[in-house]
């Protein structure tokens, strides 16, 4: 047992542990109190009660919501469930249950119940990594779109699936968008960031979609903060055009929106929490100073969606593959070139679906991919040329010349936490040598080199992901040791434990299930320069898009598709400043006199 | 089987006036290094006397050293690839300290001179080139592996760190550049990893299912509990391949000693036990068997804090909080292992945080001839060496 953990904190409630990296708020001071009451002037306190007319407030008790959290394990261990269970199956299940919900009418601009305050309207949003997940758990070759329509099924069939069931029957999820739609988005603009010729970006540019990373990097490494591409997530940004196209076209505040977004990982629930994405960024129509209302709501995870089924005794397996039939069907979404851009008909041209990847774009989107790719468009005549590294999750890539074999462009994928040991050390800055006598020294340099550049890393752009193997490995999906999965595999039995050669053979089912691809979407990844098409994507499209919803919520596009970060500061360790004095003697009684 | 008795050798000098934790012989060259407080001091094995001394690296105490194996593995190679300390520290990082090599190896004894003297002439001896950052709290132990070639270090924070050195040339004589990798983590334990230790050398690698997995072997001590042992496979991948549960009296600290090959077969010491390993080949990954194949006789009334297992003489040593030290032999007919010799009180009153077998270089050893003495290291901060006795 280490010195900071007793048995005794060992309870399912939080108490900030002695190392909690949330810094003390001094609140604002409790107002005197009114005067009509004669102050008196002497008063009889009780030994260890506090004066009433005091102006000391005790402390209320400690308060760490979501938000502060960055799972930094300075708290108890055992409280993180209770932390991350607050966005679960658990609270879907008791929203649908709280107030009729919001229904839109068929001619999809009437809302019924919007006199009730606690009315919401659902939609939701999936990213394909669960959908592989899942598919893998079924088997049988279930292909993404099956699973997404039994998802679609469970979330919005008011005979089998949640809405039949619940304190409101009928109350279900509206839209159900895929976050490949947004994922296109994010590629074009990370695309256009690094090779901006801007002196604003600083190089390497590094992926930020992962939120694992990105809360490692605010905590522990925040040199490294300058360098995260700006662009934000698919979550992100599917909820962001979600919360603003409905409430200005349905003319509701974005709060009567609840989003719930299914993802491969239990970190996208902290990005859900972030203060930068909520609708303090974007909302220029509310006046009041609140704390912003989420982009995202609610984040589950691909074994979530499972017990939610089983919450309300359904069983998601024998849901159908086939999609709603049209009379349950939701109306069109309100804004058709924004409905046309989330549910692309079926009639679509494959660059405006841009559903499949193929394996060389890894399963984490495809952000390095698509740079490469729209620089081989930009290049006639130029190769890739590919360089694996130390291990698996370690790749370089190179864009040579056709000409000169010269380096046009440089740029490397690491995966994993020890890569990115390895990544973050490289970006450090050189600091001074504690020793006596000042010798600098770099954390990978000798003494009197120059520190942080060097020919070590002149990469242009990396992505850097947090789960070895990338999004199909995440922490929220459907492991090898999971029943589901041993069954299909064949592993249960006499064996015991699977070990790392069953989880490989595991996500190699996995990743076959998200690579691969129905007929009618055969030709998404092709590079043509011809029809403008970089890996499957029509950059003039998704720019087209982008100024059309910039122009419809009379929002600047910057403030709707970026995002900040910022570095996270623990007063762990250090010595009281004065605040913390006078909040700790106001505390005392008599106010420390 | 002949008795064996312990007898007091030499102490080092200085004193070092700080609670020392332990003293960590070169692989070949007649030096000692020692960690207390925010220090570490080498000793020579020559005359026992202070050599050089490591300061200002770290902001909290060094609790283990590991000195690293040059890659020709000759004890004449010295001059070609430079002297490297590793030092474990509490406030989370690891020091990689580089001798420097004008310095003369075998230096006369001068006047002593305090830490806080200037330190101009030890700044020169031991350069601070480079920090391991990376774990979350306290670092308590590290390990190199038999070529030089990794690194291990475990922390409070349940994990377990592989670092590989990176050389470039290593006959350029001019910089060799100080790059280190982290190449493994290892978050398996459920505890504070107390220790980690490689195996000395082993020439095979394992074969197990068509996947080659290297001769390196890791194994690591925990507060859940557990030995592990961690191999590396062909893709680089540092695996578990074998846990070792608890044993009868286990104790919630775990201490490994050594880890000794002998006789075809390898082990490792743990409190009041040692364990023998036979590899399992009916897994479908490799998961090794280890069989318990004795226990030391139960001496000590306090915690044992380190054991030692002479690869030379096959002996055992330990050392606790009850200022004992104690040194055990297997009987190679029936296969128990007995008391041979024991020491009480060997630092006084005081705790003994250290113990370990050490070729002797001093006047005393007889020409041509190879000796082990045992070195202890104690809560007075003194450093003691023993003499081992065979027969009356």
């Not at chain 2, 008795?3 to 020392?20: E, G, K, N, Q, V």
């Not at chain 2, 270090?153 to 670092?163: A, E, F, G, L």
Request: hydrophobic share 30%; charged share 20%; proline share 7%.
């Amino acid at each position: 047992m280490s010195a900071i953990l007793s048995a005794d904190d060992l309870n399912d409630f939080i108490s900030p542990g002695v190392a909690c990296i949330k810094p003390i708020e001094t609140l604002p001071s409790a107002p005197p109190p009114p005067s009509s009451s004669e102050p008196l002037e002497f008063e009889v306190i009780l030994d260890g009660q506090q004066p009433s007319s005091s102006t000391s407030q005790s402390a209320g008790p400690a308060q760490i919501s979501l938000t502060d959290c960055l799972a930094c394990s300075g708290c108890v261990t055992t409280a993180e469930a209770v932390l991350v269970s607050l966005q679960s199956h658990n609270e879907v299940v008791s929203l649908l249950d709280s107030a009729p919900s919001l229904v839109l009418q068929p001619d999809n601009s009437t809302l019924t119940n919007l006199d009730n305050p606690s009315s919401k309207l659902f939609v939701c949003s999936i990213s394909p990594q669960v959908l592989a997940s899942l598919a893998a758990a079924i088997g049988n070759n279930t292909t993404q779109s099956q699973v997404m329509n039994m998802i679609t099924h469970l979330l919005s069939n008011p005979d089998l699936g949640l809405p039949s069931g619940g304190k409101y029957p009928g109350n279900g999820f509206t839209y159900i968008v895929s976050t490949n739609r947004a994922r296109g988005a994010c590629l074009v603009l990370g695309s256009d960031e690094v090779l901006s010729t801007s002196s604003d970006i600083k190089k390497p540019v590094l992926t930020s979609s992962c939120p694992g990373w990105v809360c490692y990097a605010e905590k522990t490494h925040p040199y490294v903060l300058p360098y995260l591409s700006k662009v934000k997530s698919p979550q992100a940004l599917t909820g962001t055009l979600l919360k603003t196209t409905l409430s200005k076209t349905l003319g509701i505040s974005p709060d009567r929106i609840w989003h719930l977004s299914i993802m491969p990982c239990f970190d996208k629930k902290l990005e859900a929490s972030r203060e930068e994405l909520t609708d303090s960024v974007w909302n220029n129509s509310t006046t009041k100073p609140t704390k912003g209302v989420r982009d995202v709501d609610c984040v589950i995870t691909s074994k979530e969606i499972l017990m939610l089924a089983e919450s309300r005794n359904i069983n998601f397996f024998s849901l159908p593959k086939t999609p709603l039939p049209p009379s349950q069907q939701p109306p069109p979404f309100p804004n058709k070139a924004i409905g046309d851009f989330l549910f692309p008909p079926a009639a679509t041209s494959s660059s405006k679906r841009n559903e499949q990847q193929t394996p060389s774009a890894g399963t984490s989107g495809g952000n390095l991919h698509f740079i490469l790719h729209t620089l081989l468009s930009q290049h006639p005549g130029s190769h890739l040329q590919t360089t694996r590294g130390r291990n698996a999750d370690v790749v370089e890539y190179s864009i040579l010349s056709p000409a000169t074999g010269e380096t046009i462009f440089k740029a490397a994928r690491y995966y994993g936490f020890r890569n990115i040991q390895n990544l973050v050390r490289k970006l450090k800055p050189a600091k001074p040598s504690r020793m006596p006598g000042g010798k600098p020294f770099g954390s990978a340099r000798r003494p009197g080199k120059t520190a942080g550049t060097g020919n070590a890393l002149d990469f242009s752009y990396v992505e850097v992901m947090a789960c070895p193997g990338g999004c199909t490995n995440g922490g929220g999906q459907i492991k090898v040791d999971d029943p589901i999965a041993l069954e299909r595999m064949g592993f249960g039995g006499t064996e015991t434990k699977p070990g790392p050669q069953e989880q490989k053979a595991w996500l190699e089912v996995v990743d076959e299930a998200y690579f691969s691809a129905d007929e009618a979407q055969q030709n998404g990844s092709d590079t043509d320069a011809g029809s403008g098409l970089i890996a499957g994507i029509s950059p003039s499209y998704i720019r087209d898009t982008l100024k059309v919803w910039s122009d419809m919520t009379e929002v600047p596009l910057d403030k709707l598709v970026y995002t900040t970060y910022r570095e996270v500061v623990s007063d762990v360790g250090k010595t009281q400043t004065d605040t913390e004095r006078v909040v700790q003697l106001a505390g005392k009684i008599g106010g420390g006199w | 089987m002949p008795p064996i008795s312990l007898h007091p050798l030499a102490t080092f000098t200085p004193d070092l006036y700080t609670r020392a934790w332990q003293s960590t012989p070169h692989p070949y060259l007649p030096l000692l290094a020692t960690t207390h407080d925010k220090t570490v001091t080498v000793f020579s094995l020559v005359d026992f006397s202070k050599h050089s001394s490591l300061t200002g690296g770290h902001s909290r105490s060094i609790r283990s050293c590991a000195w690293q194996p040059s890659p020709s593995s000759s004890s004449s190679q010295s001059n070609q690839s430079k002297l490297r300390l590793v030092t474990g520290s509490f406030d989370s990082t690891a020091g990689i300290w580089t001798y420097n090599p004008s310095a003369a190896l075998e230096k006369p004894i001068t006047t002593t001179n305090k830490d806080d003297d200037g330190g101009g002439e030890d700044e020169e001896e031991w350069e601070f080139t480079l920090v391991l950052e990376g774990h979350e709290n306290e670092l308590k132990s590290l390990s190199f592996s038999p070529s030089g070639q990794y690194l291990a270090t475990c922390s409070r924070d349940k994990s377990i760190w592989i670092w590989e050195h990176l050389t470039g040339s290593e006959d350029d004589e001019e910089e060799e550049e100080e790059d280190w990798e982290t190449v493994a983590v290892l978050n398996e334990h459920d505890g504070d990893v107390k220790t980690v230790a490689f195996a000395p050398q082993f020439p095979t690698e394992k074969k197990h299912n068509g996947r080659r997995y290297g001769s390196d072997v890791l194994a690591s001590g925990s507060y859940d509990d557990t030995v592990r042992m961690w191999r590396e496979d062909q893709d680089g991948e540092w695996t578990c391949v074998g846990v070792l549960g608890g044993h009868e009296g286990t104790r919630k600290r775990r201490r490994m000693g050594g880890m000794k090959r002998g006789r075809g077969e390898r082990g490792i010491g743990g409190i009041g036990g040692r364990w023998g390993g036979i590899p399992n080949t009916m897994r479908r990954s490799l998961r090794e068997e280890w069989e318990c194949k004795g226990e030391l006789p139960k001496v000590h009334t306090r915690e044992i804090y380190s054991v030692a297992w002479s690869g030379r003489t096959g002996l055992v040593a330990t050392g606790g909080g009850d200022g004992m030290v104690v040194v055990y032999e297997e009987d190679g007919e029936t296969g128990r292992w007995e008391v041979k010799a024991r020491v009480e009180m060997a630092h006084g009153p005081y705790e003994i945080n250290h113990v370990v077998w050490c070729r002797r270089f001093d006047k005393g050893v007889m020409e041509g001839r190879e000796e082990e003495m045992l070195v202890t290291t104690g809560d007075d901060g003194v450093v003691r060496a023993w003499e081992v006795r065979m027969g009356e």
